[in-house]
Structure formats: structure tokens, C-alpha cells
């Protein structure tokens, strides 16, 4: 189990590097233009490289259960989401108005892998940390092909704009990593990446950027957030207490309730307690969401779980 005080202390920790981020836009070090380069850079560069180092490491034919599993349970975890938050929709918006598909996605489409990958970094003993990486980026996969799929849908009530742009979206460069990272099941590849260890070790040393780099694109993200919640109330706060309350809840007493392994109890509990996707405003942006309640429905969920991640890890693992 982990310690309450560490629990806590290392959450908070992760806060207070965002605020880096926060501070350098507002003090006008860092632009939006630097945090989309930032975050472009993460994207392209420093996450594949982590994935890459962390799958060449832990990959091998004996946890393939454990990751069908995780699949398994990720998919599970946002179809019920989904049916949820379809199921209590009518009691705050009707179906077919606006905002009625991005008030089942920010409920429902959870942040896998910018905030649960330096939480589990943060949380988890190092013999265990990179077991809940491995867990963590099966569902990225998982969360990646629903969010550009269904997600694009729901952020833009309307269909997505075609099975090309669609399928580019899904195969960015994490999920490509996390493909290509597979191929260490060879034998021989997996022989060769460990004769010449100073690959693996670049690897991990420009991979290991990654989290602080997230962290403050988070925090520079939410800087130009301007303020002003009133405008879409019947979408941003119900969205928020489902994604961040009920169905946290809902996995912290069947996690309770079931005999499962550790590392991937907290990976469970860990992404039903996540915000929504902040990708859930590059859709906006690109297929003609709501920008502005998408990016104040991020804002509300994100300070929200600054207490409710620590009190569900705390609830779900002691």
C-alpha cells in the first residue's frame, strides 16, 4: 500500500511543477506558440522515446494476459462511462442540442496518459513503476482510438470528416511507439536493443523529459483560459462531478469489492480519476467544437482533481 503522506506529497509536487507552466505564459516567458511547440516536441519526440525505453525494457511474451486485461478493462471502464453519461444526459440537456455530445465525452474520455504517466512515476515503487507504465500506455492505445473515433463525434456533434483524417489521428506518433514497441516480443530484436545498451540509454534519457515537459504544458495550457463559467453551467459541472466524482466512485468499490493486482488497481483507479482528454480541445479546435465551454469544462475538471485523484487513491488503495 502506499503511504498516505507520500501519496499526497507526491501529487502535490506534480501540481506545483505545472505551475511552472502557468506562471512562465503569464509572466510572458512562454507563449502559446512555445507550449504548442512544447507540446508538439512531447509528442513527436520525448513520449515515444519514453515508450520505446520502458517497452524494450518490461516487454516479454509473459505479461501479453496482463495486457489483453488492461485492454479489456480500459475499454470497459469508457463504455461505461459512455452509458452513463448517455443514461443522465436527458436531466441536463436534450439530445441533439448543442453541447449534448461533448457533455458525454468530457464524462466519459479520461486523460490516459499526460497526467497518469508522471503520477504513476510519482506513486509507484520503482520495482512497480514500469509495470504501471506498461498498463498506462495500453490504454492510451485504447483511449486513443475511441477519442478520435466516437470522441470526434460526440466534441463536435457531427460525424468525423473521413476514415483517412480519422485513422492519421489514431496512428499518431505515441500509439505508433507503442505498435512498434511490440516488436521487442522477437527474440532477436530484443538481443540486439541490449547489445548496444547506449541506444536504450539515450532513449531513456531524452524519454525521462517527458514528464516535467507535460506538466508544464499543462499548467502554460490553462493560462490564456479566460475566466467566466456561467455560459454552458448544464454541460461544464455536471460533466465534471460524473468524470470526477461518480465514476471514480463507482471503480473504487468494485476494485474494493474484487481480489485484482496490484499495479493494475492503481492504473484502474488512477484513470477512472483522471480529468477529461485535453485533447478534447485539439478536436474542438479542428472539427468545429466549442472551443470556449470545452476549454472552461477542462479548467473546472483539471483544479477539481488537485483533491479528488488523491481522495479516490487513497480510498481505492489503503
Known sequence: ?????????????LFLISTAGYLGVRLSILNNQTIQALSRFVIYITLPCLIIATLGRVLHPDIIRSMALCAAAALGLNLFGILLATTVRPLF??????????FVSLSSIQNSGYLPIPLITAILPENLREQGLLFTFVYMIVMGIILWTLGVSLVS?????????????IFNPPITAILLGFLFLIPFLKELFDAIPIVMNTLKLVGET??????IILGGSFAETKAG?????NVIYPAAVMKMVVIPAAVVIF?????MNHVFAVVLIL???????????????KY???????????????????????MFLYLGLT
Open 1 to 13: 500500500m502506499i503511504p498516505v503522506h507520500l501519496l499526497f506529497t507526491a501529487i502535490l509536487k
Open 93 to 102: 440537456i436534450k439530445s441533439g442540442k448543442p453541447g449534448s455530445g461533448l
Open 157 to 169: 456533434d457531427r460525424p468525423a470528416s473521413g476514415v483517412s483524417e480519422t485513422l492519421r489521428r
Open 210 to 215: 517527458t514528464i516535467p515537459l507535460v506538466l
Open 229 to 233: 463559467f456561467s455560459r454552458g453551467v
Open 255 to 259: 476494485t474494493r469489492i474484487t481480489s
Open 271 to 285: 484513470q477512472a480519476a483522471m480529468p477529461a482528454a485535453m485533447n478534447h480541445i485539439v478536436v474542438a479546435r
Open 288 to 310: 468545429g467544437g466549442d472551443t470556449t465551454m470545452t476549454s472552461r469544462a477542462l479548467l473546472v475538471q483539471y483544479i477539481a482533481s488537485m483533491a479528488t485523484v488523491p
